[in-house]
């Protein structure tokens, strides 16, 4: 019995070493976040403050969920910008109402009052919501948290395409259940969604024949380097912008309006 209960209390602090340590993985290199920051506009979209860039008029919407660190996040900003002037209407809501992680905040108490599961149901209503403004046709691009969360929309009709930078919390199962186009970008030395996992993610959909997919890993990258790079380091910065181009491409070419879209946004 005792032996036991020292098993018991070992496996504890094994499990919460891992947790820990994954969380640790996902705040590293925090912005200074700016809520000025971007060409954009803060509305309240689906009962969310969002960060808006781009025009309706292109009828095609592009969401982008955010990391811990939130939609204020300067880097995120920009890429928003950067898809917007693609011709998107791009949105990033405020999944965390206003409590992004920063540093000094336990990572895994902060976690579970934002929980991933949440984040996709309030995901959801964002879009219906920019449905409602004419919007006929949306993708998603997730990043660390928010790659958890377009899995979840990806399940479902909700997005034409889904794209997921370094998830974290995406297994194998979430990936069985994947219904639209998916593209999933890694990196090398992310321990988070490390290649080997990747690698299972690509077997999966691979099964999958009825819709694309696509997986590379980018090597000599971390955890996070789509968005948390110092815009002072040119080889970080042309390491992220790549992983944008991929980005844009997957989603330009799976995010347009077909006859059956504009029937449906008549009625």
């Known amino acids: ?28 290199n925090p912005p200074a976040l700016n809520s000025s920051s971007g060409n954009g506009l803060v509305e309240e979209i689906g009962g969310l403050k969002t960060y808006v860039s781009g025009s309706l008029d292109s009828k095609l919407g592009i969401l982008l969920v955010s990391d811990y660190f939130g939609y204020e ?15 998107y209407y791009v949105v990033v809501p405020d999944f965390f109402h206003g ?3 920063t540093p000094g905040k336990d990572a895994a108490v902060w976690f579970q009052s934002h929980g991933t599961d949440k984040g996709a149901v309030e995901a959801k209503q964002v879009i219906k919501a920019i449905k409602r403004k004419g919007i006929s046709a949306v993708g998603a691009a997730g990043m660390c948290w ?4 377009v899995a979840e929309l990806a399940k479902s009709d909700d997005l ?41 993610f690509e077997e999966v959909l691979s099964t999958k024949p009825e819709f694309d997919s696509f997986v590379k890993v980018f090597k000599g990258v971390d955890h996070g380097w789509t968005l948390r790079y110092n ?7 042309k390491q992220a912008e790549k992983a944008h181009h991929y980005m844009l491409k997957w989603l330009s070419k799976y995010v347009s309006v077909t006859r059956d879209d504009v029937h449906s946004c008549s009625h």
């Open 146 to 149: 928010g790659g958890k969360v």
């Open 73 to 87: 996040a300067p880097n995120l900003r920009n890429l928003a910008d950067k898809v917007a002037a693609a011709g």
């Open 1 to 28: 019995m005792a032996r036991a209960l020292i098993w018991l209390v070992l496996l504890f602090f094994v499990v919460v070493g891992i947790v820990a340590g994954e969380h640790h993985h996902c705040c590293k």
């Open 160 to 200: 034409k395409a889904a794209v997921m930078m370094h998830p974290s919390g995406a297994t194998v199962d979430d990936i069985k259940e994947i219904k639209v186009p998916i593209s999933i970008l890694g990196g090398e030395l992310d321990k988070l969604s490390p290649p080997a996992l990747l690698k299972q």
């Open 99 to 101: 409590d992004p992680y």
């Open 231 to 237: 815009i002072g380091d040119k080889e970080a910065v």
